[in-house]
């Protein structure tokens, strides 16, 4: 069995943590950073190959994130000669997993049967709902199902969506019968799909079907210890999420919701995790907040994704210089049951756009980057997607163009400074012609 940091004897091997991710993972080489500073060896368990000889040349343990038992043996044998000192996963697929591994280590992590329900929508909204929180009207389409029939008997707008899909991909909302129907269709175009066949595991042939909710979008980022909750931030969501389609672009903290609203999306937040069964581990959470009710959207098992998690740097408390520490160093002293308490969140206005896809098509190149990255207050500007890469929008797309940090005084000037910065960008994007093949 694994054993804490604290029970190690002097001159004993070096702190190491399990790091359960997508080999695609944007996030991986940030806790790779974070764990060399700390002096903390990181084993990797990612979906490699498993027919190849150490391909990524990282030494991880190859899993399959849509073959959970069968991961799970293959971890804990690998575990058996290499213990370790905590578990951390990027991704939803790697949360459910890491719960899994850390019951069976003997490491505090969430409940895994909390982890598996938490990147269920249809599940999640049961555990809500039986705990008297605040849920939209739920339907669920199953396989087969005659998406024209359902559509005379619903109260439109309703939000059309998969049950195990996560950043809003194949999230549609319909206004009537008629777009129901052409939205339902295109759900099960993009489930059906090898890519996702091969990458999700979980229910593929449902749509869930829910009351639009008319309200203000927020994200909360947390810790859970032993089963309290300690909010590291609160993300505004500036760009009204409307639809047809939810792409988010703009995360700012603070957020400027008033204190009453924020008091509120806690409590709901602590409670919703409760009723899914999280208990000790990093949150990310989405909430509506209406004017007569904070609706949690999800609590997923795992940190913010992606690179945003660049946007939070902490401080230590009562301090305004020193020592800084980002969110993945942040977790690696959780995961190790080191006190993480005493950071919070660096003083000032900060925030991320991730750059949305203005249409599809093959990306050429893109401009103005210097531009936006001279700009003060603007920290970076990442550009993830690759020349000459197809990009594929919402609702069938699952990625971004890049993104952009920025850092000021006021929650009010970094929105002005990133969508600065994204003006001064422009790309060129060519349309994208299929290969057409000759029948001999």
């Known amino acids: 069995m694994a054993t804490m940091s604290g029970e190690r004897a002097a001159g004993s091997r070096p702190r190491r943590v399990l790091l359960l991710a997508m080999t695609t993972g944007y996030q991986t080489r940030m806790f790779e950073q974070a764990a060399a500073a700390a002096g903390v060896e990181l084993v990797y368990a990612t979906d490699r190959c498993d027919h190849l000889d150490d ?59 909390g982890a598996a329900t938490a990147r269920d929508k249809r599940r999640m909204r049961a555990r809500l709902r039986d705990a008297g929180l605040a849920v939209p009207e739920v339907t669920v389409l199953g396989r087969g199902g005659d998406a024209a029939v359902l559509a005379e008997s619903l109260r439109y707008p309703v939000v059309a969506k998969p049950t195990t899909l996560s950043g809003s991909r194949g999230v549609i909302r319909a206004d009537d019968a008629t777009s129901f129907v052409a939205a339902v269709d295109r759900i099960r175009r993009l489930l059906a799909s090898p890519e996702l066949r091969s990458l999700v595991s979980g229910p593929l042939d449902v749509v869930q079907v829910e009351g639009y909710i008319d309200g203000v979008e927020y994200a909360l980022e947390g810790l859970l210890d032993e089963g309290a909750l300690r909010v590291l931030a609160i993300f505004d969501k500036p760009d009204p999420l409307v639809g047809p389609f939810f792409e988010e672009t703009l995360y700012v903290t603070p957020s400027r919701a008033s204190r009453a609203t924020q008091h509120a999306m806690v409590t709901a937040v602590a409670l919703a995790a409760r009723a899914i069964g999280l208990w000790h581990g990093p949150i990310h959470a989405e909430c509506r907040v209406t004017a007569d009710a904070v609706y949690v959207l999800e609590v997923a098992a795992r940190p913010i994704g992606g690179l945003c998690a660049r946007a939070l740097r902490f401080v230590r408390e009562g301090t305004m210089s020193g020592e800084r520490m980002g969110l993945e160093a942040l977790l690696l002293r959780h995961a190790l049951g080191e006190p993480a308490d005493g950071w919070v969140r660096e003083p000032g206005g900060s925030g991320v756009m991730m750059i949305p896809i203005p249409r599809g098509g093959v990306l050429r190149r893109v401009e103005g980057l210097e531009a936006a990255r001279a700009l003060p207050g603007i920290d970076d500007v990442v550009i993830t997607a690759k020349a000459d890469q197809r990009l594929v929008p919402l609702p069938e797309g699952g990625s971004y163009l890049g993104f952009i940090f920025a850092r000021a005084t006021t929650p009010e000037a970094v929105e002005q400074l990133l969508r600065s910065a994204h003006a001064e960008l422009s790309f060129s994007i060519d349309p994208y012609l299929p290969v057409l093949r000759s029948e001999t």
């Not at 591994?101 to 409940?111: K, S």
């Open 55 to 113: 391909p990524w040349r990282d030494g991880a343990i190859a899993v399959r994130f849509d073959d959970q038992e069968a991961s799970l043996r293959a971890l804990l044998e690998a575990l058996a000669y290499r213990p370790v000192d905590g578990v951390l996963a990027v991704g939803d697929g790697p949360a459910a997993l890491a719960a899994s591994v850390m019951r069976h280590v003997g490491l505090p992590g969430h409940d895994p049967d």
